[in-house]
């Protein structure tokens, strides 16, 4: 008797999947997953950048196919230590090496600026519970202006949990060294601005 011919092997299904949140003509494999990047932000005032910020942006960095630090320049708070092209330069020095890592600049909303660059997430640092309640309603508010966006919060490393801007200037200013505490290029602007240190 002849023998029956081989059952072919079951072809491998995709849908199209087309939306805001997708764009048009992007796939998604019968497994659920999105083919493409996945954007995020990790937006600050960055004034000046710091260790702690440095620790969130490479564990971010090694999260997400591309992460954008966004320095928000805003108008309402006009008293910075360092202006905006100087904290763009600082960060752009400091990021050196991540390639998957790029520095931009935006005012008014996040989730405009999310918009716009692509992004589906937002990157926040928590150092304290404190952080996490303001953090919080912030990443409500967001979510509900662009419900296409989340909010991922990435706990600082327990060395940096005490460092703050704030704090670092203050202390420069004092006269006090805060080498360990922010990056080289920061530190260097550190330095012409308030002198070396003194203590």
Sequence with gaps: APRAAPRAAPRRLRATVSGPAMGAGRTRR?????DGMIRAVYPGSFDPL?????DVIKRAARIFDHLTVAVLHNRL??????D???RLEILRASLEGLPNVEVASFEGL?????????????VRGLRAISDYEAELQVAHLNRQMHPGVET???MTATRWSFVSSTRIKEIAQLGADVAKLVPKPALD?????FGPPRV
């Design 152 to 154: 991922l919060f990435v």
């Design 77 to 82: 708070k006009p008293t910075t230590l360092f």
């Design 84 to 86: 905006i092209e100087e």
């Design 110 to 122: 996040l989730v405009d600026f999310c918009r716009r660059s692509g992004a589906r997430v937002i």
């Design 30 to 34: 019968a497994t659920g997953r999105l």
């Design 50 to 54: 710091h260790n702690g910020h440095l």
């Design 189 to 193: 602007r550190l330095i012409e601005r």
